[in-house]
């Protein structure tokens, strides 16, 4: 069956056929050449850098992809960075034995605090002191862990040095040997423990700890 269609309209811009009888209608929109569309433009203009710029807000760490580390707008801020590098952990310019004394002091101080406040004994006038001693011990097991991973760990002496691109040798960390990590975990041990005896002090003398 034919349909004869009358044309209506005709523009630069778009052109519509009206079919007789009742034949459904077609109508095609076609943007002229000579006259682009700013709008559009500016719109896909505006998409296209948002998504450009998203792009770039997590990417590999120094552009190389097979460090296999990102780098984000919270690893990579001034503040963090100074933070991290401003811990025990990683202030390589400070001896192990000192860096492992901080460490435990900081844990051996809080670890006394859930055995004191949630422990069995927590509703008994000893429960201070069952803290304290139940920190103590932990801070023990941990030396221990320490050691068992110490021995293990770092059995044989690295022969291969760390260089950079341009060729300079990178000192490694004290730590990362076996008689650096002996003394971080001497120095763990006793912060560890000074750090509880610290704590079941304050107790003792501040009301507000009891």
């Not at 034919?2 to 209608?25: E, F, G, L």
């Not at 000192?98 to 670890?111: I, M």
């Not at 862990?145 to 760990?153: E, N, P, Q, V």
């Not at 260089?163 to 008689?179: E, F, I």
Request: hydrophobic share 40%; net charge neutral; proline share 7%.
């Amino acid at each position: 069956m034919k349909h004869a269609s009358r044309k209506i309209a005709a523009s630069h811009d778009a052109t519509a056929y009206v079919p007789n009888d009742h034949s459904p209608t077609y109508t095609s929109h076609i943007p002229s050449l000579s006259q682009p569309n700013s709008a559009t433009q500016k719109a896909s203009f505006a998409v296209r850098a948002a998504s450009d710029e998203q792009a770039q807000v997590i990417k590999p760490i120094n552009g190389d992809p097979f460090i296999g580390m990102l780098e984000t707008p919270v690893t990579s801020a001034p503040i963090v960075a100074n933070f991290l590098s401003n811990l025990p952990a990683y202030r390589t310019g400070v001896s192990p034995l000192t860096r492992g004394v901080e460490v435990g002091l900081a844990h051996g101080f809080f670890l006394t605090g859930p055995f004191i406040k949630l422990g069995p004994l927590r509703a008994t006038e000893s429960a201070e002191i069952a803290g304290c001693l139940s920190g103590a011990g932990l801070v023990l097991i941990l030396t221990a862990c320490l050691s068992i991973y110490g021995a293990t760990a770092f059995q044989t002496e690295e022969v291969i040095g760390v260089k950079t691109l341009s060729g300079r040798d990178v000192n490694r960390d004290p730590v990362q040997s076996s008689d650096g990590w002996a003394k971080f975990t001497s120095g763990w041990l006793v912060g560890g423990l000074s750090g509880v005896a610290w704590s079941y002090f304050l107790t003792q003398v501040l009301p507000y700890y009891s």
